[in-house]
């Protein structure tokens, strides 16, 4: 607290707009001396779900993780038009919040203690006021309300995942960046992730989200992102990108891509 | 608690309380939490008054609290009235009590930063070897007779040495932002290992006056407590469970792992260099005077977190004054126990603290599947 407020006096923190944007260019990664991702260009636009796909391996997860700052990274990533390095981490806080792929947490907090956390940036801020609000409407939207006295260990995998989930929607940041939310869920849950991201983008805020079931990503995502190798293979709209040859040939086993007879969007099914 | 936490702890699934909206005011808890931190606050003055007041010469706690009311030039109450009442409150008991509470405080509060500095429950100083890698630094100063910084120079050695071996147990037991239990026992092992080593050296090469400083050490004691030392840590005590307070919030954001807390806007690196700064200091200055006293730090913070669960703005707090009241008790048992004889205060507290640790370990097992 008191390193806080030498650190107010040092800089005001500047709260952030409605909309925030979100930009890589050249980006690249190195781990253990080898490229891992390379030269990637991406820019995230308010009011849209991107979809990261592509095989394990792929660099999905780095590019998600330099897009926060977590892993060295050359290149340039860009919130709001800055550098990562010029925003004080809980600057970033109140732009972005981050869904990572593994929830331990060290000590027995209740659900609704680890909810709350995700107020955490926006104490001393007038959207404090919100923090009741936030963590109740995040905790209806990632469907935990019925736990939030529970000890988080306790849960199984799926209903941590989506107290994770919650925490980060309570965070209320204009970018949400989500590593795999589905993987642990169930279909009615995966569904349920992707009707509450769509009704973020909805309210202008930008989503990226890495995905595994490419069949989710043909159905929810405005533009889908096909990485391969550490690099960029192609980003558009799903009815472009995931046709059958680049897919057939990306993951190295024969897909067919066919049209749903109803909503049009592409249906994506390995070759059996 | 209520009926419905309760069961849920339990394991029982329990139906919706109501199906609207649920109560995440954050108040449920609240009232337990005030409850134990107004207790312990009562508790401990309370303790502090009956010890004094206990021993060779009994004075009536009235008394007690008369006299310290005629010193703060408050004159209220009877003055004690045993011969050389006065003398033996002001002189022996009152620095020794103050002493208990102030190194329980210390002790208390350290672990509970340690294990949220340390993401882990069973991270305590003496655990892992801090306690006596700060007891090599100040019997090494009492070995070789160094006095270059007076009264401190024994504060001063022990605390580089445990800020040392805080830092050494850090680096080693880490990896990927989080600390695995078994390897933190056992960099504890090799860390005390090296320490007795080391004390072991030490003891050696020491006359057989240094020999008597350093192994009351290892059994803990607070039978030489002055004024003096009761001025050295006091403030050190004080100031650092108020910087460990301080930082609570952010130490339950750590809880969430290194990368979560970052994100939610924690500067994790500063959180960490301050929480261990601060723990060494504590530790060092509890373990500098009165010697390796272990289990305080690891039971304290798990009452507390049984009782009002692991939020770091309360537990830290409480385990200074539940340390702090520990201590108090203890060190009135190792002095009054036995007529005429002192038992060792840390032997006293390890006897006591090491099945209730083994209890632990097997409740926690039992109830949660261990602490992986």
Redesign the interface.
Known sequence: MSVGIIEGFRRRTRLPGERVSLTAEGVSVLRGGRPVLSGVDLTIEPGEVLALVGPNGAGKSTLLAALCGDVEFTGDVRVDGLPLAEWKPVELAMRRAILTQTHSVSFSFSVEEIVRMGRAPWIGTPLEDEDDEAVYAALEDADVSRFVGRPFPRLSGGEQARVALARVLAQRTPVVLLDEPTAALDVRHQELVFAVTRGLAARGRSIVAVVHDLGLAAAHADRVAVLSDGGLTACGAPEDVLTADLLSEVYGHPIEVIEHPRTGRPLVLPLR | MTL??DM??E?HTVP?KTPG??????K?GRGRRVTLLVALGVALPVLILVAAGSGQVDIPPGQVLGSVLHRLGIPIGDLPTAAQGENALWIVRIPRVLMAAVTGAALGCAGALMQGVF???LAEPGVIGVSSGAAVGAAAVITFGLTGLGNWTVVAAAFVCGLLTTLAVYAMARANG?TEVVTLLLTGIAVNAVAGAALGLLMFLSSNDALRSITSWQLGSLAGSTWDAVYVVGPIAVVGCL?AI??G?RL??????E??A??????VE?LRF?GIVVIALLTSAAVAFSGIISFVGLVIPHLV?MAV???HRVLLPASALGGACLLVVADLVARTAVPYQELPLGVLTAVVGGPFFFWLLRRTRAR?GGWG
Request: glycine letters at 16%; proline letters at 7%; aromatic letters at 0%.
């Open positions: 419905q936490e849920t702890r394991g919706a909206k649920p109560d995440v005011s954050g449920k993401g882990n429950p989080r910087v301080a930082l919030r339950d954001l750590l809880a969430l792992g990368r979560t970052r994100h939610l806007g924690v500067n500063r301050t977190r669960g692991p939020g949660s």
